[in-house]
């Protein structure tokens, strides 16, 4: 079981131009969660999905971000015109389809905004 | 939702002594509250987690109290290692609703040589 597996683990992008980070869950994991880290802060939640679903987005900002999670490859976090405030590391996390136990994260993406 | 709370933000303790965090939650309905530790550049990971149906749970020197009335859960950590150095951040939620795992704002603990 190769864990989860986030890719890229570095991403550099201009301002305004678009960043789109994947995630691939644990084998068996259908539930997906995608957490913001600022560098000496906590994880701040940002969306709940589950395959073709989105379960709770109400932490991702209303403009700018989306997530998706397909019937088939990876969820995807995508961040439209990114700026410099979108800085951060970006964690997901996947648990069994009971959801809500034994999440494991990835190794995150780390997102600079140049 | 839940909203959880940590304390403390930091902490520092000698080696060979003992550290306790603790956290509390809102959302009665909670039943399912893990802990992660997260050193330096790394990912978070899960390090002992407890169900509302136990008020206690063990693994070598790490152990977790919970004490559903007050709403409060604690980490404790006997015979601290310098390894133990890190962040650690505890959770609640209602695993039988699916939520989202929200996370308390962590705590830094440093052990001292």
């Known amino acids: 079981n190769a864990g989860v597996m986030q890719n890229p683990r570095h991403l550099v992008r201009r301002r305004g131009q678009e960043a789109r980070l994947r995630c691939s869950p644990m084998?068996?994991?259908?539930?997906v969660y995608w957490y913001r880290q600022l560098p000496e802060e906590g994880l701040k939640f940002m969306v709940y999905l589950q395959k073709e679903n989105i379960i709770d987005e109400s932490g991702m900002p209303k403009e700018r971000f989306s997530a998706e999670f397909p019937k088939e490859g990876p969820s995807i976090l995508r961040i439209q015109q990114v700026v410099r405030g979108d800085s951060a590391a970006y964690f997901c996390a996947s648990s069994p389809p009971t959801g809500g136990t034994f999440a494991f994260f990835g190794q995150g993406t780390r997102l600079t905004v140049v | 939702g839940e909203n959880v709370e940590q304390h403390p933000s930091t902490l520092s303790v000698q080696e060979g002594d003992s550290a306790v965090i603790k956290c509390t939650y809102s959302d009665s309905a909670s039943n399912y509250f893990p802990w992660y530790k997260q050193e330096l550049g790394k990912r978070p990971q899960l390090i002992i987690d407890i169900r509302s149906n136990v008020g206690e749970k063990k693994d070598q020197r790490i152990a977790v109290t919970l004490n559903k009335t007050a709403k409060h859960f604690s980490l404790h950590i006997t015979e601290t290692q310098p390894e133990d150095s890190a962040v650690y951040f505890c959770a609640a939620l209602d695993d039988n609703y699916g939520q989202n795992f929200v996370f308390g704002p962590g705590t830094r603990l440093s052990v001292l040589p």
């Open positions: 084998k068996g994991h259908s539930h």
